[in-house]
């Protein structure tokens, strides 16, 4: 806060700059659902076949970004800074020079991630920048996809912010099995500890492998008496609470399935009494 009065030349005591902060606990990041991903985008894709044509390139343009973001993980001022040199969609990857820490790192790019930045391309026109991401002939300003975010967030209620994209990358990378070591890398994180913060947000299938090794380790010890089965209620909450965390496709399928099970058990059961 006394940086940002310092930065807007409010004038400040130079005592208040002698005292430390309080110490604070590692904030855990804030990755997005899927479902409210899949809201966004659906926004994005109204406006991208706008008849409009400037909200149409516009929208085309950030569908592009915005899946560079999702499924690369690439930080805001990566994207703004990314030049036509450093992509090659061809071989499905881009090059990101002196990034964070001066480091310069080449991040895979996913197949919808390489439609997209094609469709934008191809209407994207000439300017006299080499950036990809044009906006008024010149690159992106420093709030442009946090405000393009936001217009898009009112229409269908959802607020996130264009590093939770980011965020959302490792933990959907993470969550279908990714290594952490290739999180690490993909990201551009100069130490392994900063990637280790994703493993500590709650996961949808840590959750689930839990319960399943927990019912193997009750059945060992004995815990569980004969006719104790759980709460059927109980299961479908777990299940639907699974169900609306960042699953991948695969694991979607598999609580659906799980969930038909249950509601099967009990309708045997309910045929019996």
């Given at each position: 806060m006394l940086q940002f009065l310092i930065d807007a030349g409010r004038p400040v005591c130079p005592r208040l700059l002698r005292v430390q902060p309080l110490p604070v606990g590692d904030r855990l990041p804030r990755d997005v659902p899927v479902d409210q991903l899949l809201l966004l985008l659906a926004e994005i894709e109204a406006d991208?076949?706008?008849?409009?044509?400037n909200v149409r390139r516009m929208a085309i343009m950030d569908r592009a970004w915005f899946s560079v973001m999702v499924y690369s993980g690439l930080r805001v001022g990566e994207i703004r800074r990314l030049k036509q040199a450093e992509l090659d969609l061809k071989e499905r990857k881009l090059r990101v020079e002196q990034s964070k820490g001066l480091?310069?790192?080449?991040v895979p790019l996913a197949a919808r991630a390489v439609e997209a930045l094609a469709a934008y391309l191809a209407v994207r026109g000439p300017a006299p920048t080499d950036h990809v991401f044009?906006?008024?002939h010149g690159p992106l300003s420093t709030t442009y996809c946090g405000r393009r975010l936001k217009t898009y967030g009112q229409r269908c209620g959802v607020r996130i912010t264009p590093h939770q994209l980011r965020h959302t990358?490792?933990?959907?990378l993470l969550n279908a099995g990714a290594p952490l070591l290739t999180v690490k890398e993909v990201l551009g994180h100069?130490?392994?500890?900063?990637?280790l913060v994703y493993t500590r947000l709650y996961e949808p299938t840590v959750a689930s492998h839990y319960y399943l090794a927990m019912a193997q380790i009750e059945g060992r010890m004995g815990q569980r008496e004969a006719g104790s089965t759980p709460d059927p209620g109980?299961?479908?909450a777990l299940v639907d609470s699974l169900h609306a965390g960042t699953l991948n496709e695969a694991q979607r399928e598999a609580a659906r399935a799980l969930r038909t099970g249950?509601?099967?058990?009990?309708?045997?059961?309910?045929?019996v009494v």
């Amino acid at each position: 806060m006394l940086q940002f009065l310092i930065d807007a030349g409010r004038p400040v005591c130079p005592r208040l700059l002698r005292v430390q902060p309080l110490p604070v606990g590692d904030r855990l990041p804030r990755d997005v659902p899927v479902d409210q991903l899949l809201l966004l985008l659906a926004e994005i894709e109204a406006d991208a076949t706008s008849p409009n044509s400037n909200v149409r390139r516009m929208a085309i343009m950030d569908r592009a970004w915005f899946s560079v973001m999702v499924y690369s993980g690439l930080r805001v001022g990566e994207i703004r800074r990314l030049k036509q040199a450093e992509l090659d969609l061809k071989e499905r990857k881009l090059r990101v020079e002196q990034s964070k820490g001066l480091k310069d790192r080449v991040v895979p790019l996913a197949a919808r991630a390489v439609e997209a930045l094609a469709a934008y391309l191809a209407v994207r026109g000439p300017a006299p920048t080499d950036h990809v991401f044009i906006y008024r002939h010149g690159p992106l300003s420093t709030t442009y996809c946090g405000r393009r975010l936001k217009t898009y967030g009112q229409r269908c209620g959802v607020r996130i912010t264009p590093h939770q994209l980011r965020h959302t990358a490792a933990t959907l990378l993470l969550n279908a099995g990714a290594p952490l070591l290739t999180v690490k890398e993909v990201l551009g994180h100069e130490r392994l500890e900063t990637t280790l913060v994703y493993t500590r947000l709650y996961e949808p299938t840590v959750a689930s492998h839990y319960y399943l090794a927990m019912a193997q380790i009750e059945g060992r010890m004995g815990q569980r008496e004969a006719g104790s089965t759980p709460d059927p209620g109980l299961m479908l909450a777990l299940v639907d609470s699974l169900h609306a965390g960042t699953l991948n496709e695969a694991q979607r399928e598999a609580a659906r399935a799980l969930r038909t099970g249950i509601l099967a058990l009990v309708e045997q059961d309910v045929d019996v009494v």
